[in-house]
């Protein structure tokens, strides 16, 4: 059962892209400190934890790693920077085939309560309840591109900036690396002559619902692709429950569950 169940959490196929980013172990000359572990087994158990919700502590015996091993193993990819490298080497093999669509770009957000921990804040509609607020960009098809994490007290417009400048330089079908969407669509929490002003000095066209004229409904026949990818991240039931006081940890969580989500629109192009 343990087998079946770690080969469908990670497959050879999406192994295949993890092993090459991994760290490579060090040991120390002078003997002791960390015994080296099956890297395979460690990022099994960081994928079933992300997708259960479950408590490191509650971690299965079958995985065949401890849970302390596992999460000091997490908390050391995380430092690395492992989960941003792992998401854009999914993402280049989706643009070598043309899978990412760069005709225009969506912006949006959503909350998730948070009772304590870094990048928590109180969530002025939720009756002051504190909680994080989780910001994606998506290409035009919803497949994720950038991501970032903020209390929700923080406006979403705030965010904006981050996440356009945080695009990945992704692989082409044909040509160099490209990060620039030809259009960014967003509702009217957005809108900002500054920010507008920004967008088109980088050659973004902005398609932002204006307060007081435009109606967000118009952008629905968009905006429901990227509602549908924040929908997929938190199926990843570890983004929907309190455990995270680090807001690095839940920040790292999100960029997995975002890579994927990624690959499995890679997986069903290679099937």
Known sequence: MGVGLSQRL????????????????ASRPQGGGT???????????VVYVL?????????????GVSPATAHRRFSAWTRDGL???????????????????????????ASVRAKRGSLTGRNPVDRGKRGRKLHVLSDAQGLS???GVSGTNVHDSQALLPLVLGIPAIRS????RRRRPGRLRADKAYHSADRLKWLRERGIVPRIARPGIES???LGRHRWKIERS???????????VRYERKGSHFLAFLGLAATLTCYKKLAKLTT
């Open 10 to 25: 990670v497959p050879d196929e999406l192994w295949s892209l993890v092993a090459p980013l991994l760290p490579p172990f």
């Open 35 to 45: 015994a080296p572990v099956d890297e395979r087994a460690v990022f099994t158990a």
């Open 51 to 63: 997708t259960s919700g479950c408590a490191w502590r509650h971690l299965p015996e079958t995985f």
């Open 83 to 109: 989960w941003r490298r792992l998401h854009q080497a999914v993402l280049d093999e989706l643009g070598a085939r043309g899978e990412v669509d760069w005709t225009s770009a969506i912006v949006d957000a």
């Open 145 to 147: 591109l950038a991501l």
């Open 173 to 176: 079908r044909r040509g160099p």
């Open 216 to 218: 967000s409904e118009r």
């Open 230 to 240: 924040i929908s997929w991240l938190f199926g990843y039931r570890r983004l929907t």
